[in-house]
């Protein structure tokens, strides 16, 4: 996992034109008690599994085969015809992406270069905690709350659906999915006690600070 990051972790979704559905970086026991073995084995088995057959199917004999996510994200994006293909990719690329933000041994607090750009952009590791939540609350019906980078000042976003901060030239830095399928099994309708359970146990800030670059 050390050597995860935004440069490399991508191309593990693709073997040859076929997209892969990437190994989890955990065991998918591993975030309990805050994400069970049972929400994780169907929100990577079946769901994100799901977005990786769809693309197969979806870009074959195309001129997007073969093409990393990144491109086809940023080609497909707006595009009413070639929404199925944005969605499909985004959400393998983001599913990857989520996977990698959270950690068994997460939690706690940032240090070093991200701790000081966090406080310099929020005043502190705990407001910029607070606002990632409020992103992460605010969103309505499904998406994603981010942590990112605007330039060279970070930021907190968040996209509904299958949306993409690589369509807004922001770096993303960590990511929270949101849509119910991600908790509904552990925590019902109670998405903030997702949200602050990640944010305490689970979230990665080793893998924020990889992708500072
Ligand atoms: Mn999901």
């Not at 440069?7 to 073997?15: C, E, P, V």
């Not at 607090?109 to 939540?133: Q, R, T, W, Y």
């Not at 000042?153 to 830095?173: C, D, E, Y």
Request: charged fraction near 15%; charge should be negative; proline fraction near 4%.
């Amino acid at each position: 996992m050390t050597n995860v990051n935004l440069d490399n972790f991508s191309s593990a979704a693709l073997a040859g034109s076929e997209y892969v559905l990437a190994p989890l970086p955990y065991a998918d026991n591993a975030l309990e008690p805050v994400i069970s073995a049972n929400t994780l084995s169907f929100h990577y088995g079946k769901h994100h599994k799901a977005y990786v057959d769809n693309l197969n199917k979806l870009v074959a004999g195309t001129e997007f085969a073969g093409q990393s996510l990144e491109e086809i994200i940023i080609a497909t994006a707006g595009q009413a015809d070639k929404a199925p293909i944005f969605n499909n990719a985004a959400q393998v690329w983001n599913h990857m992406f989520y996977w990698h933000s959270l950690s068994p041994n997460g939690g706690g607090e940032p240090s070093g270069a991200l701790k000081e750009k966090i406080e310099a952009a929020f005043g502190s590791v705990d407001a910029c905690k607070k606002e990632f939540a409020t992103a992460a609350l605010t969103q309505f019906g499904s998406g994603w709350a981010w942590l990112a980078l605007d330039g060279d000042k970070i930021t907190i976003a968040k996209t509904g659906n299958a949306g993409s901060p690589l369509t807004k030239n922001l770096r993303p830095l960590l990511t929270i999915d949101v849509w119910e399928h991600a908790y509904y099994l552990d925590y019902q309708n109670r998405r903030p006690d997702y949200v602050s359970a990640i944010l305490d146990k689970l979230i990665n800030w080793d893998f924020a600070t990889a992708n500072l670059g």
